[in-house]
């Protein structure tokens, strides 16, 4: 499976963006990006996936290099709640196994 | 709150104890998982089920055992488990098994194995 590379942890201040980056330089054509988050005591959410072009929903943006070599997920105001781990996974179209598998994700601090 | 409910929050259980964790979903989702996870590690797929038949097995020892008795629910069966099997159990469900599906997860079970 492909793997992903993201910074260990990065923090924000309350009410601005934040850009969280994933490296998948060995990502493969029929690879979706896939981002969820685990807040504190909680099982992950999903927040949002692309498999070429950029996607907004209502929680977050993703941004999607021309190459697919890298993406970043966008938070456009970050809250309080918004600390939490946020992983970036990769998921084969082409395999239809069902699999997601977490790597270690980018831990989120929020300062007020 | 979560579309997927899980039983019980929290339990402990001893080394020779048998229980069970219980997960249900009523979004009509065909796809339903079994993840485990350590204290500050990503969580670790176990199991996945589609059309309640297990199609996955991450090569988890046999002192647990998964069962579908039903599209909306899923069972994983505990016995002769090891303190080192203290983790979150965490369940999901997905529409399908596309990679488009997102999975939807609960809250988990706390278990500690004394």
């Known amino acids: 499976d492909a793997k992903t590379t993201q910074p260990n942890s990065m923090e924000s201040n309350e009410e601005e963006p934040v850009h969280l980056p994933c490296n998948h330089s060995t990502i493969s054509g029929t690879d979706y990006i896939h981002w969820y988050r685990q807040l504190p005591s909680q099982g992950p959410e999903y927040v949002i996936h692309?498999?070429?072009s950029n996607v907004n929903n209502r929680m977050a943006s993703l941004a999607i290099a021309e190459d697919r070599k890298s993406s970043t997920l966008i938070l456009h105001r970050a809250t309080l709640r918004d600390a939490a781990v946020y992983y970036c996974?990769?998921?084969?179209?082409?395999?239809?196994?069902?699999?997601?598998?977490f790597g270690q994700g980018t831990t989120l601090q929020v300062k007020p | 709150d979560t579309e997927v409910t899980q039983t019980p929050k929290h339990l402990v259980m001893g080394m020779t104890n048998k229980k069970s964790l219980k997960c249900e979903q009523h979004?009509?989702?065909?796809?339903m998982y079994w993840y485990k996870q350590k204290a500050k590690k990503p969580p670790e797929l176990m199991f996945v089920?589609?059309?309640?038949?297990?199609?996955i097995n991450e090569s988890v020892p046999s002192r647990f055992s998964p069962e579908c008795p039903n599209s909306s629910l899923l069972n994983l069966h505990l016995h002769a488990l090891q303190p080192e099997d203290s983790a979150l159990y965490l369940c999901?469900?997905?529409?399908?098994?596309?990679?488009?599906?997102?999975?939807?997860f609960g809250n988990g079970t706390r278990l500690t194995v004394t």
């Open positions: 999901a469900s997905s529409q399908d098994l596309g990679a488009g599906s997102p999975l939807h």
């Open positions: 979004m009509g989702h065909r796809a």
């Open positions: 089920y589609s059309y309640e038949k297990l199609s």
């Open positions: 692309g498999l070429t």
């Open positions: 996974i990769l998921r084969d179209l082409a395999s239809n196994t069902g699999k997601l598998i």
